[in-house]
């Protein structure tokens, strides 16, 4: 069995802590680890080290490695380019189906939060169990906790095993829905949140990509040969140009009649935005909150604050959050988070490129 | 003559920025040199370098003449506690009366802002060659801007010299109004903000402090014959604690009949608070503005800045001013500056004593 760690993600809602060099999956958002590390010690009692494989970016490659160790660098595979899950995915099967084409993938994102980790490992174990029980790509469904907009939805048909954690057939993949929908959704207890998290054997996976994604199969065969070898990063550099832009659930999944979902209810978060961090950091009486360092608040609620362990004080004011890194400083109400892009844009239109 | 520079403050409301090590006319509010190393610059017209005393506080002594190479050492003269401007100006008088009885003292607060250089010069020439024509104290009224409730009024007798810099006999002197009655004294086009800027003769200072203040008086003469010498230090520390606490204002100047007043009106500001900077640093079409560094504003307007050269991102927030230091971060809506006090109290309370 091998954890593959997709850690592709170069997110910018993290702005100014988040940087191109140094996307979220590398910030140490909760606690003195980053959510990368967190991630891989996670999934210590499922895979030792020595069985963990991580997707990332070339440019992220070093800082990777350099914070993991323990994993053998040559288990640190660089995309020279992105490509969507479908591609890395696919390469990580291809990777791990060189040493044993019937191991089990566990596929989990870099960059989420789990709290209850002895129920996300009963449930991971659930899920390599069904995987290996038959020819299944399976998917961890999340049981939703409000009428989230911003995830995709699995429906869940007949259920297989009753005892939690519930394996059940899937009966449709949903896109994001309207607020509407999501409510129909959460009141239905039969939607669940799309997580990213997976497992298959990765010759199963490796199959559905060959009847669904024939170009990428191609591409992976092409691979293949120098996959774990010093000809690996110019074997990728020449192939993974050319390979499809799809996300594994869209191109494979949802075509997929082999599909199990396993429902998950461990604490998760993706950490979407600043103000994730709400219930993420230790809040005051008032619901001001701090990565680190101490909060001193007057006539003050609801903030957030991450300012690298300085004490802080607040008079006067709700609702805000406020970063601060060695070169820069944000501040924004925090029902603006999700626009931070905004302020992306902005450096990139200002030219001011050493911020990005 | 010489320029008294009274650098006694230990001014809270610049915190974080301001310290109990580090008060505000050590900062470098405006530009790259502190509003003390300004207020001597200033003076260099009138008075060299070795005719400038500096009134401090004993624990800022040190870093006060860091600040100052040019001017001798032994003409920082350090109060051991303090006692108000009394004690500070009658020291001062004493300390040049024992070089020369009829020197003119020019005296100015180390942590006021003048931004018409020229006319400030202009307007002292005025005053001293006023203090030197006579018995006279005199004292700077500045042309008021807006009723101001903060400042105390000097009411503007008869006009002894027209041309301006015009020189006044004093009717009254006035506490700080309510807004009602500073808007009467801004209609009457008499009164004059008190400044705080005096210029007199030396023995001109004593004879008055002899004769309104006569406990004060019989302290400084005790000292005398220590002052300029290595015994000052000793001989402050015995006699300081015994000088009254009252201001030169209260205690003389509003007591005696040989006040004139120079009506001053070149830029000047006593730079408050925090919201005071607004004016004093370069704003942006949308009114925000930053000491160092620079500010990317999305829908943000009218807010101050001081993070330390960072790169400052606001979206969405209005009217705050947020200061950030190597060890502490302020955020507080602009019309509550004058309460960053609370935040000392605050941290009084808590014992967070390594951030006052």
């Given amino acids: 069995m ?5 850690a592709g993600g170069s997110g910018t809602r993290f702005w100014p802590a988040s940087r191109e060099a140094r996307p979220k999956q590398l910030l140490a958002l909760t606690g003195s680890r980053s959510l990368l ?15 963990v494989l991580v997707v990332t970016g070339a440019s992220h490659a070093a800082a990777v490695a350099g914070q993991l160790p323990q994993v053998p660098a040559e288990q640190v595979v660089a995309e020279p380019l992105a490509r969507n899950t ?8 291809a990777w791990v189906a060189k040493k044993d084409p019937a191991a089990v993938c566990l596929v989990l994102p870099a960059d989420h939060l789990i709290t209850d980790e ?18 299944f790509l399976v998917t961890l469904g999340l049981t939703p906790r409000y009428p989230a907009t911003g995830f995709g939805y699995i429906e869940a048909g007949e259920t297989l095993r009753p005892e939690p954690p ?6 449709a993949f949903h896109e994001k829905p309207d607020l509407a929908v999501a409510k129909e959704y959460l009141a239905s207890g039969r939607h669940l949140w799309n997580s990213g998290m997976f497992a298959w054997r990765a010759e199963v996976l490796l199959a ?13 065969q092409e691979l293949a040969p120098d996959l774990g070898t010093p000809r690996q990063a110019r074997a990728l550099a020449r192939v993974y140009p050319q390979l499809p832009k799809i996300s594994v659930d869209n191109g494979v999944l949802e075509k997929s009649a082999a599909i199990r979902v396993v429902k998950a209810d461990f604490g998760w978060s993706d950490v979407g935005s600043w103000d994730a961090m709400a219930e993420l950091w230790q809040e005051d009486h008032l619901g001001n ?10 006539e003050a609620k609801g903030n957030l604050v991450a300012a690298g362990g300085r004490l802080t004080a607040l ?11 060695e070169d820069a400083l944000l501040i924004l109400p925090r029902e603006r988070c999700q626009d931070v892009r905004q302020v992306i844009d902005r450096l990139k239109r200002d030219g001011l490129d050493e911020y990005l």
Same sequence: chains 1, 2.
């Fill in 208 to 220: 559905e990509i060959q009847r669904f994604l024939p170009e990428l199969a191609a591409g992976l």
């Fill in 2 to 6: 091998y954890s593959v760690v997709m």
């Fill in 86 to 93: 479908a591609a890395a995915a696919g390469l990580a099967a």
């Fill in 166 to 171: 519930q394996v059940c057939k899937v009966k």
């Fill in 37 to 51: 590390q967190q991630t891989v010690a996670r999934m210590a009692p499922l895979t030792p080290a020595e069985k």
């Fill in 289 to 298: 909150a701090c990565q680190e360092g101490r909060i001193l608040a007057i």
């Fill in 315 to 325: 008079l006067g004011v709700d609702n805000l959050v406020a970063v601060v890194t």
């Fill in 118 to 135: 002895p129920l996300f490992i009963e449930t991971l174990r659930r899920a390599a169990e069904t995987a290996r029980s038959g020819d």
